[in-house]
């Protein structure tokens, strides 16, 4: 089984940095695309960051200039760097990973970690 750890996640001041990670682990092939979602309460979880295999980047516009993802695919590890964090910023940042389980597969399944609280205090 695969499983996603994510660390980083604390209680920090607006205008501070926090740098996540997620590593993943267990029986897979290969990884392909990566991502950071978060949740609030009473929100739904949306789409922070994301990045394939390739490299291509995706950020949702509210972190565009603020948040960096990388990857480290000797290590399966994404991270997330957050510069300039806002109160609205805190939420529950989930990783996930699309993982081809075996070499005679070619399907991908996606998988979650279970998640860190970042909170921003004004």
């Known amino acids: 089984q695969v499983q996603l750890v994510e660390s980083g996640g604390a209680l920090v001041q607006a205008g501070g940095s926090l740098r996540l990670s997620c590593a993943a682990s267990?029986?897979?092939?290969?990884?392909?695309?990566m991502g950071w979602y978060r949740q609030a309460p009473g929100n739904q979880r949306e789409l922070v960051a994301a990045?394939?295999?390739?490299?291509?980047?995706n950020y949702a516009d509210s972190v565009k200039g603020r948040f960096t993802i990388s990857r480290d695919n000797a290590k399966n590890t994404v991270y997330l760097q957050m510069n300039s964090l806002k109160p609205e910023d805190t939420a529950v940042y989930y990783c996930?990973?699309?993982?081809?389980?075996?070499?005679?597969?070619?399907?991908?399944?996606?998988?979650w970690g279970q998640g860190t609280q970042v909170t921003v205090s004004s």
């Open positions: 267990g029986s897979l092939f290969s990884i392909n695309a």
């Open positions: 996930n990973a699309d993982v081809r389980l075996t070499s005679s597969s070619g399907l991908y399944y996606r998988f």
């Open positions: 990045i394939t295999g390739g490299g291509s980047i």
